[in-house]
């Protein structure tokens, strides 16, 4: 364990960062190593891509696959592949390598594979926990991004609890850089105070078909000047307040920029709703941080 990096959790104040800018950096989260080993285990999940046709995950479609795509919907509690747009040709064939093919794999990585399981239920991740003052701190749902050289993709500007709504103690993002992550790369950009200003819309499940999401208002458009580069080095990570609107542009540069992030809610005295996508089960409970096991 980091001693070094707990005495910063709790000298840093990093809650009181986090409640007035909207997120916070903790450097030196990782080794360097231990970003190797979490690429390495990235890298060998593109060596088992599945013989299904592939789903691609976009943010920036008009008409989003994951609001209708079975594949989407039922990945809670599994180890699922979603492709960049621009991976496939029009007849849905790779035209790239698969290693590079990807946009991300989730979401029970953090359940399921033994790697991403010992780092997200580290001991340096429940004394970061403790530091936020997080009671029954539980993972809902976790995912390795790959934002590939020349074809990662764009993340449009959003707040994650559009996605995984709880009141009144909002989700939590922990995103760990297993590399450099620059502006030319694709490195998060953050609108800072944006926070403060509510739930600005929701995705939530149809009452028309329990399996399909819409969303509940269109797209707000954020002046382009709200927003400020977070460029961070390997190892960094991010704490993300769930409120927090936030983007990262496409990913033009020749090199690429991997990611593990994974989101935490508060199980004691907060409400986690029953119109988001993601919902427990039994082969996917939202499991307490601090009494969970690192082995699978």
């Not at 990235?42 to 079975?70: I, N």
């Not at 003052?133 to 559009?162: C, F, R, T, W």
């Not at 005295?269 to 601090?290: C, H, K, R, T, V």
């Amino acid at each position: 364990m980091h001693d070094t990096i707990l005495n910063q959790f709790f000298d840093a104040d990093i809650g009181a960062k986090l409640e007035r800018d909207g997120f916070a950096v903790v450097e030196g989260f990782l080794r360097e190593a231990e970003c190797e080993e979490l690429v390495a285990a990235g890298l060998e999940l593109t060596r088992g891509l599945p013989d299904a046709p592939p789903t691609v995950f976009s943010t920036t479609e008009p008409e989003q696959q994951q609001l209708r795509d079975k594949y989407f919907m039922e990945s809670n509690d599994k180890i699922s592949y979603f492709y960049e747009k621009d991976a496939l040709d029009a007849d849905g064939k790779l035209q790239v390598d698969p290693s590079t093919s990807l946009n991300k794999v989730g979401h029970a990585l953090h359940l399921l594979h033994p790697i991403f399981r010992c780092y997200t239920y580290s001991d340096r991740v429940k004394a970061l926990c403790r530091a936020l003052q997080l009671a029954e701190p539980a993972v809902v749902q976790s995912m390795y991004i790959y934002k590939n050289p020349g074809i990662g993709g764009e993340v449009v500007p959003h707040q994650d609890i559009s996605y995984l709504h709880t009141e009144p103690i909002p989700p939590i993002g922990f995103w760990i850089a297993l590399e450099d992550a620059t502006i030319q790369n694709g490195c998060l950009w953050m609108a800072r105070g944006s926070h403060k200003s509510g739930v600005h819309r929701r995705m939530i499940r149809s009452p028309e078909n329990r399996n399909k999401c819409i969303y509940d208002k269109p797209a707000p458009v954020y002046p382009e000047s709200s927003f400020t580069p977070v460029p961070v080095s390997k190892g960094t990570c991010i704490l993300i307040h769930g409120n927090v609107v936030h983007r990262s542009a496409p990913n033009r540069s020749g090199a690429s920029r991997h990611a593990y992030t994974f989101h935490v809610v508060e199980r004691k005295g907060n409400n986690y709703s029953e119109d988001n996508w993601l919902q427990e089960g039994e082969n996917a409970p939202f499991l307490n941080i601090y009494t969970t096991s690192q082995m699978v």
